[in-house]
């Protein structure tokens, strides 16, 4: 199962496809779109690349097409959308990271067969490649041209918000091959994007004639005739490379492009891709995911690792957007999705890319000081959506439910992304022992949010407790609200760990610990000051009641109940409810006290998480892709296994079927983090203890055989095999496991622990 396949062109599927088959490489992204379609949204990202002009905020910026490529058979160019289509397939191979299409078109009672494979290389980051195979069914000539798109914009699917974010600067003939060179209007990036074609006949020989070369506007084009024989197929080979700004000096960039082109076509087509596919399946040795009994659930689960994967960034300076790098969702930007959805993936599978997501962090935390320093308070004030610098880039205008205006406050809200990376700190060093990075970077992180939280919080007299009031929690139906549990609960923890790293840091490094001290303008005095603060805060339960009240008032509000669901197995709307007051019900968005539950696991017993999951579930609307696979977790936790395989499967299908309706615009990133934790954190049951090591308590569904994955615990990497009968640890190292409440050591090699 590792191919997804689109059988029939229907051209209001574009879109959707477009998204499931984008290719990648954490730097670059072209959306897989039809060449041989003008019904598409042709999408070029390069991560980084952001820019405002005159959108409402600053957005990852379209950039040129480069793939646009056109066959004419008797001067009619071959259409998906107006020939005559006999044959066609698209063909996903997520276990090489390529592109397949296949077409039989009909063109004047004429027959040609068009095969193509498109990568984008994980070996040269700044290399893409096409190859199509060409194959008439008869005697006489074709035209091909391969030309760049500069005409592309963001905002597709809101037309009142096109925005072209570049302008053209040089459109240049390469002789042979063409480039495009633009610069961004209010960053000022700039951007070169250069193409070759080669073609040949079967024997080998050159098959391109009579080269032309033009501009069309700005648009550079080539197109060559080719002399075709019936049944005798032509390789044409399309060479691509792009850089910006941001990897090379402006004076150098077009040079560099073009010479990264040559390189690639010196080096051959079959060589990049050679590479490229071997550092893929290598991957896969690292993060697959093998259910054995479930087709469904194992083409999705690698669906949405794959896709993951993808939007891996190399560079520590980008991070990944909750849309992925596959669309312009939520403009591209990083939101707590990172953090809490798609970090455990990368930090148990992929540690190096996890740790270049908290780089990004660390790299924009000049921005967070400004955001504090802006709003009043002390520290770093992580962005609830952030992009290239750390300031705040959340839109102040959107549409409610109903399409009316609304404003949107989780910009000014939406406190708690600080304690979601807090979270991802310390769960990357308990993980990884990394802590070389922690005194480099993570404490001085870990402290400016503890300060900011110092300053955040407000002292209730009267109580004599902390609280901190105007907030929004994970549920976003409920905004102004005072003392949301999630943000009140994460804040204290946040401060306490601040505290431990303070401690932490002055023994393993004192000339560090002096400098954070100076740079942050910190004393003792003041950090043993937020212990008392921290364990203050209030929250609102009360002693003995294992519900909790997800912020103050909400039991208060009216409660609605859940009685219909659509097509997908996803809540209606309740009838005769009014969508514009929402927050006067406890209909939830997406989970808030089940998700602090499931962020800290060890601070919560059995009884309460069973007790709030079933409370909670109920008044769920999953407004959110995040929404199932959290669901799906805790079900499991707590014994509601029908339900949690059901939320699973809402989960590795939300893109694949399309069931929140918006897969044109982009990839669910946090929903495919999200996927893996429901296998792993939910299916397999492991857990990190607060001691830092790892617990188990599997259950699999009655149709699963096994499942197995490998996770890297402490450098090392441990494979884990489970069926009902046994759980199979096979690590290079020797540590202690709990599994279904008993300890275990574990042997370096294969270790077998009986489940019945």
């Given at each position: 199962?590792?191919?997804?396949?689109?059988?029939?062109?229907?051209?209001?599927?574009?879109?959707?496809?477009?998204?499931?088959?984008?290719?990648?490489?954490?730097?670059?992204?072209?959306?897989?779109?039809?060449?041989?379609?003008?019904?598409?949204?042709?999408?070029?990202?390069?991560?980084?690349?952001?820019?405002?002009?005159?959108?409402?905020?600053?957005?990852?910026?379209?950039?040129?097409?480069?793939?646009?490529?056109?066959?004419?058979?008797?001067?009619?160019?071959?259409?998906?959308?107006?020939?005559?289509?006999?044959?066609?397939?698209?063909?996903?191979?997520?276990?090489?990271?390529?592109?397949?299409?296949?077409?039989?078109?009909?063109?004047?009672?004429?027959?040609?067969?068009?095969?193509?494979?498109?990568?984008?290389?994980?070996?040269?980051?700044?290399?893409?490649?096409?190859?199509?195979?060409?194959?008439?069914?008869?005697?006489?000539?074709?035209?091909?041209?391969?030309?760049?798109?500069?005409?592309?914009?963001?905002?597709?699917?809101?037309?009142?918000?096109?925005?072209?974010?570049?302008?053209?600067?040089?459109?240049?003939?390469?002789?042979?091959?063409?480039?495009?060179?633009?610069?961004?209007?209010?960053?000022?990036?700039?951007?070169?994007?250069?193409?070759?074609?080669?073609?040949?006949?079967?024997?080998?020989?050159n098959a391109l004639k009579f080269r032309?070369?033009?501009?069309?506007?700005?648009?550079?084009?080539?197109?060559?005739?080719?002399?075709?024989?019936?049944?005798?197929?032509?390789?044409?080979?399309?060479?691509?490379?792009?850089?910006?700004?941001?990897?090379?000096?402006?004076?150098?960039?077009?040079?560099?492009?073009?010479?990264?082109?040559?390189?690639?076509?010196?080096?051959?087509?079959?060589?990049?891709?050679?590479?490229?596919?071997?550092?893929?399946?290598?991957?896969?040795?690292?993060?697959?995911?093998?259910?054995?009994?479930?087709?469904?659930?194992?083409?999705?689960?690698?669906?949405?690792?794959?896709?993951?994967?993808?939007?891996?960034?190399?560079?520590?300076?980008?991070?990944?957007?909750?849309?992925?790098?596959?669309?312009?969702?939520?403009?591209?930007?990083?939101?707590?999705?990172t953090e809490i959805f798609m970090f455990?993936?990368?930090?148990?599978?992929?540690?190096?890319?996890?740790?270049?997501?908290?780089?990004?962090?660390?790299?924009?935390?000049?921005?967070?000081?400004?955001?504090?320093?802006?709003?009043?308070?002390?520290?770093?004030?992580?962005?609830?959506?952030?992009?290239?610098?750390?300031?705040?880039?959340?839109?102040?205008?959107?549409?409610?439910?109903?399409?009316?205006?609304?404003?949107?406050?989780?910009?000014?809200?939406?406190?708690?992304?600080?304690?979601?990376?807090?979270?991802?700190?310390?769960?990357?060093?308990?993980?990884?022992?990394?802590?070389?990075?922690?005194?480099?970077?993570?404490?001085?992180?870990?402290?400016?949010?503890?300060?900011?939280?110092?300053?955040?919080?407000?002292?209730?007299?009267?109580?004599?407790?902390?609280?901190?009031?105007?907030?929004?929690?994970?549920?976003?139906?409920?905004?102004?609200?005072?003392?949301?549990?999630?943000?009140?609960?994460?804040?204290?923890?946040?401060?306490?760990?601040?505290?431990?790293?303070?401690?932490?840091?002055?023994?393993?490094?004192?000339?560090?610990?002096?400098?954070?001290?100076?740079?942050?303008?910190?004393?003792?005095?003041?950090?043993?000051?937020?212990?008392?603060?921290?364990?203050?805060?209030?929250?609102?339960?009360?002693?003995?009641?294992?519900?909790?009240?997800?912020?103050?008032?909400?039991?208060?509000?009216?409660?609605?109940?859940?009685?219909?669901?659509?097509?997908?197995?996803?809540?209606?709307?309740?009838?005769?409810?009014?969508?514009?007051?929402?927050?006067?019900?406890?209909?939830?968005?997406?989970?808030?006290?089940?998700?602090?539950?499931?962020?800290?696991?060890?601070?919560?017993?059995?009884?309460?998480?069973?007790?709030?999951?079933?409370?909670?579930?109920?008044?769920?609307?999953?407004?959110?892709?995040?929404?199932?696979?959290?669901?799906?977790?805790?079900?499991l936790k707590v014994g509601d296994t029908?339900?949690?395989?059901?939320?699973?499967?809402?989960?590795?299908?939300?893109?694949?079927?399309?069931?929140?309706?918006?897969?044109?615009?982009?990839?669910?990133?946090?929903?495919?983090?999200?996927?893996?934790?429901?296998?792993?954190?939910?299916?397999?049951?492991?857990?990190?203890?607060?001691?830092?090591?790892?617990?188990?308590?599997?259950?699999?569904?009655?149709?699963?055989?096994?499942?197995?994955?490998?996770?890297?615990?402490?450098?090392?990497?441990?494979?884990?095999?489970?069926?009902?009968?046994?759980?199979?640890?096979?690590?290079?190292?020797?540590?202690?496991?709990?599994?279904?409440?008993?300890?275990?050591?574990?042997?370096?090699?294969?270790?077998?622990?009986?489940?019945?």
């Amino acid at each position: 199962m590792w191919t997804v396949r689109r059988e029939k062109y229907l051209p209001e599927e574009n879109l959707v496809y477009e998204t499931i088959f984008t290719l990648a490489n954490g730097y670059l992204s072209l959306r897989g779109t039809e060449e041989f379609s003008s019904r598409a949204m042709r999408g070029t990202y390069v991560a980084g690349i952001f820019d405002k002009h005159h959108a409402q905020v600053t957005e990852l910026v379209n950039l040129p097409d480069p793939l646009r490529f056109a066959i004419y058979v008797d001067n009619e160019p071959l259409s998906l959308d107006y020939s005559n289509l006999k044959k066609y397939e698209r063909t996903l191979d997520m276990e090489n990271g390529l592109l397949n299409s296949l077409y039989e078109f009909e063109v004047n009672e004429k027959t040609i067969l068009v095969e193509s494979q498109r990568f984008v290389s994980r070996a040269n980051l700044h290399r893409f490649g096409v190859r199509y195979k060409i194959t008439p069914k008869f005697n006489g000539k074709i035209v091909v041209e391969s030309s760049i798109d500069a005409n592309t914009y963001n905002g597709y699917l809101e037309p009142i918000n096109k925005v072209q974010h570049y302008e053209i600067i040089d459109s240049k003939d390469l002789g042979p091959g063409i480039g495009v060179l633009v610069k961004t209007h209010d960053k000022g990036h700039n951007i070169a994007i250069a193409t070759y074609i080669s073609g040949k006949y079967e024997d080998g020989e050159n098959a391109l004639k009579f080269r032309k070369f033009r501009k069309i506007g700005d648009n550079p084009q080539e197109s060559y005739t080719i002399f075709v024989k019936e049944n005798q197929s032509i390789i044409i080979e399309k060479f691509g490379s792009i850089y910006t700004s941001l990897d090379v000096e402006i004076e150098n960039l077009v040079e560099r492009t073009v010479c990264e082109l040559e390189s690639f076509v010196k080096d051959t087509f079959d060589e990049e891709l050679s590479a490229h596919t071997e550092i893929v399946q290598k991957t896969w040795d690292d993060m697959d995911i093998v259910i054995e009994g479930d087709e469904t659930a194992q083409l999705g689960i690698r669906f949405n690792l794959f896709h993951l994967y993808q939007c891996a960034p190399d560079n520590p300076k980008v991070s990944i957007g909750a849309r992925g790098l596959h669309g312009e969702g939520y403009k591209g930007h990083v939101f707590w999705d990172t953090e809490i959805f798609m970090f455990p993936f990368f930090l148990y599978t992929l540690p190096e890319y996890a740790k270049n997501l908290l780089l990004y962090r660390y790299n924009t935390l000049p921005g967070a000081r400004r955001n504090a320093q802006m709003n009043g308070f002390k520290g770093a004030q992580f962005p609830w959506e952030s992009a290239d610098d750390g300031l705040e880039v959340t839109p102040k205008w959107g549409e409610d439910y109903l399409g009316n205006p609304v404003r949107i406050w989780t910009g000014d809200e939406e406190f708690h992304i600080n304690s979601d990376i807090a979270v991802a700190l310390v769960h990357y060093h308990t993980v990884t022992k990394d802590d070389e990075f922690m005194i480099d970077y993570g404490v001085e992180m870990l402290l400016e949010t503890g300060k900011f939280w110092e300053s955040r919080i407000e002292y209730n007299e009267k109580e004599d407790r902390y609280e901190i009031r105007r907030v929004i929690g994970p549920d976003e139906f409920h905004e102004h609200v005072d003392n949301n549990v999630y943000t009140n609960y994460l804040a204290k923890w946040n401060l306490l760990k601040a505290v431990e790293y303070y401690n932490w840091i002055r023994e393993k490094s004192p000339v560090k610990f002096e400098k954070l001290k100076t740079l942050l303008g910190l004393t003792d005095e003041e950090v043993d000051s937020w212990i008392e603060k921290a364990e203050k805060i209030y929250i609102p339960r009360k002693p003995g009641e294992k519900l909790i009240e997800q912020f103050e008032g909400y039991f208060k509000l009216e409660d609605i109940e859940i009685t219909e669901w659509d097509e997908n197995g996803l809540p209606k709307w309740p009838k005769g409810l009014d969508l514009t007051k929402l927050g006067e019900t406890q209909l939830i968005k997406q989970p808030d006290v089940v998700m602090l539950m499931l962020v800290l696991p060890e601070e919560f017993t059995f009884e309460e998480m069973k007790v709030n999951y079933e409370y909670y579930e109920k008044r769920t609307m999953h407004k959110s892709s995040l929404s199932p696979s959290m669901y799906s977790i805790m079900g499991l936790k707590v014994g509601d296994t029908h339900n949690a395989y059901r939320y699973f499967l809402k989960t590795v299908l939300v893109d694949l079927e399309d069931n929140q309706g918006n897969t044109n615009n982009g990839f669910h990133a946090a929903s495919a983090g999200g996927a893996w934790q429901s296998v792993v954190y939910g299916f397999a049951g492991m857990e990190l203890e607060k001691d830092g090591s790892l617990k188990f308590n599997p259950w699999l569904p009655e149709h699963w055989k096994s499942l197995s994955f490998k996770i890297h615990y402490a450098g090392k990497p441990i494979k884990v095999s489970i069926t009902k009968e046994k759980i199979t640890f096979e690590s290079e190292t020797e540590l202690e496991i709990e599994v279904k409440g008993r300890k275990y050591k574990i042997a370096c090699g294969k270790t077998e622990v009986q489940l019945i």
